[in-house]
């Protein structure tokens, strides 16, 4: 599924079963919400705090789908293409350290 195709589903999705979007800053602080699930889990499970066993069902990547589930909400209602955005990002990146991590001494 391309970006494009996620933003539409999730917009079909809304329209369908949801009432209407939140407003965006409601979403923002879910977004926020749901990073900080992910990071729960992240520091537990890949971290250094010991998993508390009520975490140790929790699917990762489940977690990872409601951080970029309310992030395509956000850009549906910004009018954000995320395809254009992340070909654009993907360039800058490139343009900006293609030589930036070959010679840091810290990731040898």
Same mark, same amino acid.
């Given at each position: 599924?391309?970006?494009?195709?996620?933003?539409?589903?999730? *917009?079909? %999705?809304?329209?369908?079963?949801?009432? #209407?979007? /939140?407003?965006?800053?409601?979403?923002?602080?879910?977004?926020?919400?749901?990073? @900080?699930?992910?990071?729960?889990?992240?520091?537990? #499970?890949? @971290?250094?705090?010991?998993?508390?066993?009520?975490?140790?069902?929790?699917?990762? @990547? *489940?977690?990872?789908? *409601?951080?970029? %589930?309310?992030?395509?909400?956000?850009?549906?209602?910004? @009018?954000?293409?995320?395809?254009?955005? /992340?070909?654009?990002?993907?360039? &800058?990146?490139?343009?900006?350290?293609?030589? #930036?991590?070959?010679?840091?001494?810290?990731? &040898?």
């Amino acid at each position: 599924m391309s970006l494009q195709e996620a933003q539409q589903r999730v *917009d079909q %999705w809304i329209n369908v079963y949801g009432q #209407r979007y /939140f407003n965006e800053l409601t979403n923002m602080a879910i977004l926020t919400e749901e990073v @900080g699930e992910l990071a729960r889990i992240m520091a537990r #499970r890949y @971290g250094e705090q010991s998993e508390k066993e009520s975490d140790k069902e929790k699917d990762l @990547g *489940d977690e990872m789908a *409601d951080v970029l %589930w309310v992030l395509i909400c956000l850009a549906n209602q910004t @009018g954000i293409d995320l395809t254009q955005a /992340f070909e654009k990002n993907m360039t &800058k990146k490139t343009l900006r350290d293609k030589d #930036r991590h070959h010679q840091n001494p810290k990731l &040898k």
